[in-house]
């Protein structure tokens, strides 16, 4: 297959507004996340708007496309410990704010908490 390329792992992208998986779409908007030191590895809990544990598996399937789109498959296999999925109410935005480890900012501000936890992630400092 000389004309195919193989990519192992979903890489890291910059343009991602929304997640559509089994009928049910999020925005990155609407995602926010701490992060907090997991042994040797990164733990994530991700505060989704629209979170319900009926659709558990839903919402763990976007939460993973999200981090992988964030962060690239290989680190999040290699580097990230817990993930845990979480309801955010729209109300809850400026609680959410207030934890160092927290992000804000849209998806600019994601991104570059992201890159940042991989960084930290590759130079064993988290």
Excluded at 36 to 56: C, N, Q, V
Excluded at 63 to 84: A, H, I, P, Q, R
Aim: aromatic letters at 10%; charged letters at 30%; one cysteine or more.
């Amino acid at each position: 297959m000389p004309k195919w390329k193989i990519i192992k792992f979903r890489p890291r992208r910059e343009q991602m507004r929304e997640i559509t998986f089994d009928g049910k779409r999020v925005f990155s908007r609407q995602i926010s996340f701490t992060v907090e030191a997991d042994g040797d590895k990164a733990g994530i809990t991700l505060f989704m708007e629209g979170y319900e544990p009926s659709g558990h598996n839903t919402f763990g399937s976007i939460g993973f496309l999200y981090l992988d789109n964030c962060l690239g498959e290989y680190d999040v296999e290699t580097k990230v410990g817990f993930v845990l999925k979480v309801a955010k109410k729209r109300d809850e935005r400026t609680k959410l704010s207030k934890p160092a480890a927290s992000t804000r900012g849209g998806r600019k501000g994601h991104l570059q908490r992201a890159h940042h936890v991989a960084k930290q992630s590759e130079q064993g400092t988290v």
